[in-house]
Nanobody, 123 residues
Framework: QVQLVESGGGLVQAGGSLRLSCAASGRTFRSYTMGWFRQAPGKEREFAAVNWSGGRPAYADSVKGRFTISRDGAKNTVYLQMNSLKPEDTAVYYC?????????????????WGQGTQVTVSS
């Protein structure tokens, strides 16, 4: 049974930083893609960032230049470093794993999801 466990959310002032972590367990992972999505109250879940073995990381325009996704393959862990946070970044952040080494910006194409971690940015 694959599990994704997220950590690192919290409350931060605008302009601050947070680092989210997501650890995958439950099977041996070889070629896979990990992404971060977010969902603000009253809005649909949206893509934030993706890390995949076939190419460079990709980001939504709204976070580009402020967020950095990285992966520690030995630990099966993906990170999302979030800098220069804005109130509009407030959302529940979900990590997701896709059992494929091709990138995807679409949450329906991911196979496993974490439970979500709340990020709140105050103005």
């Amino acid at each position: 049974q694959v599990q994704l466990v997220e950590s690192g959310g919290g409350l931060v002032q605008a302009g601050g930083s947070l680092r989210l972590s997501c650890a995958a367990s439950g099977r041996t992972f070889r070629s896979y893609t990990m992404g971060w999505f977010r969902q603000a109250p009253g809005k649909e879940r949206e893509f934030a960032a993706v890390n995949w073995s076939g190419g460079r990381p990709a980001y939504a325009d709204s976070v580009k230049g402020r967020f950095t996704i990285s992966r520690d393959g030995a630990k099966n862990t993906v990170y999302l470093q979030m800098n220069s946070l804005k109130p509009e970044d407030t959302a529940v952040y979900y990590c997701a794993l896709r059992l494929s080494d091709s990138s995807s910006y679409t949450f329906e194409e991911y196979d496993y999801w974490g439970q979500g971690t709340q990020v709140t940015v105050s103005s």
